[in-house]
């Protein structure tokens, strides 16, 4: 149910062909709802629905089914405070984490759409996903502690044995978990001035700033020059350094993000989370300096695949909307074109 109204022509084949299999990606992922994938699950999910929504904004007006994916998971709020992974399902299916990209949802369709009523409805949702959090936090160091549930981040190989999650002791501090919940303090600060709530705005800006610090203090690896993933970690990953710096962890990150991008010895992202790689890239202004931050996609071309695939380490799914990342890329970034006020009354084009 995508009505495509707006086009990429690029004169690069390879360029055109990442539009197009990415098009084609997203467009098999929408059914009566959001899925990931057409074949397996067949479910909607918070991290792939937040890529899906953010791609179709690229190509279309039409958030009808985007407004739907927010109620459904709003619709799934269980009483600690969390809501499900996957909904609408026969079973529930939660990832603490993935809350956070139902923020994400909610906040990107407030910049592409600038519909204040829905930020209103759906405050209420975010306050108590965050207060799950929140009252999670270990006094003695201000960290998340204990968020129960199926601690998952990303699908990598060094992580395949935890399915997913950086760590198997599930009373070890994923420091992983508080940045990305302090990303979602700012983003929370956000909904409430534009809600027109500049005490709740200044309430959760101190709670961000207070997990920013408690972060810095235990993550930090000074010898390394990188922020830790866990306690124990022994080898460093990418996601550590994004959350970082998208979270507001550290500031003029530049040399921080080129360590990133060029030291293989960094546990590297998936397809999905590349979205956040490439945000964080943005953020700092780095972005253009890795042409080759497209490889994960050009490799596969030779393959002649149609749709892009889930991963790198199952190689199940063929066809998985969360990894149509290159679409949002070549509209917003290449071509440069994104909103530059909620609801893009008016807009920034800057290649």
Not at 35 to 42: H, S
Not at 189 to 216: E, H, M, W
Not at 227 to 239: D, L
Request: glycine content about 6%; proline content about 5%.
């Amino acid at each position: 149910p995508l009505a495509v109204t707006g086009s990429c022509r690029a004169e690069e084949p390879r360029v055109q062909q990442l539009y197009d299999i990415s098009l084609t990606t997203l467009e098999r992922c929408m059914l009566d709802t959001y899925v990931d994938c057409p074949y397996y699950e067949q479910m909607q999910y918070t991290l792939d629905t937040m890529i899906e929504a953010l791609l179709t904004y690229q190509v279309s007006a039409d958030d009808r089914l985007v407004r739907k994916a927010l109620y459904d998971f709003h619709s799934s709020l269980r009483p600690d405070g969390m809501i499900t992974g996957n909904a609408p399902a026969l079973f529930d299916q939660v990832i603490p984490i993935f809350s956070v990209f139902f923020v994400d949802i909610l906040y990107y369709h407030y910049r592409y759409h600038g519909d204040v009523e829905t930020v209103h409805r759906y405050l209420p949702t975010v306050m108590r996903i965050l207060s799950y959090f929140e009252e999670r936090i270990d006094a003695r160091d201000g960290l998340l502690s204990g968020t129960g549930y199926w601690r998952f981040v990303d699908w990598l190989e060094a992580w395949r044995d935890n399915h997913g999650s950086p760590v198997s002791d599930p009373d070890e501090k994923l420091y992983l978990y508080s940045s990305m919940v302090a990303y979602a303090m700012g983003r929370m600060v956000t909904f409430c001035r534009a809600d027109g709530l500049p005490d709740l705005a200044a309430r959760y800006g101190k709670s961000q700033k207070s997990l920013i610090r408690a972060v810095n203090a235990a993550s930090w690896d000074a010898g390394a020059g990188y922020y830790k993933t866990h306690e124990r970690e022994t080898a460093f990953s990418q996601h550590a350094q994004i959350w970082a710096g998208l979270s507001g962890c550290v500031t003029g990150a530049e040399a921080l993000m080129r360590r990133c991008m060029t030291d293989k010895q960094l546990l590297p992202c998936s397809y999905s989370m590349s979205f956040y790689l490439f945000r964080a890239m943005e953020q700092v202004g780095v972005y253009d300096e890795f042409p080759e931050k497209w490889m994960p996609w050009l490799r596969l071309l030779p393959y002649h695949l149609t749709t892009w695939p889930e991963d790198t380490v199952s190689q199940r799914s063929d066809c998985h909307g969360w990894s149509a990342v290159p679409l949002y890329e070549l509209v917003s970034m290449a071509a440069g074109l994104q909103p530059a006020s909620p609801g893009a009354d008016t807009l920034r084009l800057c290649p």
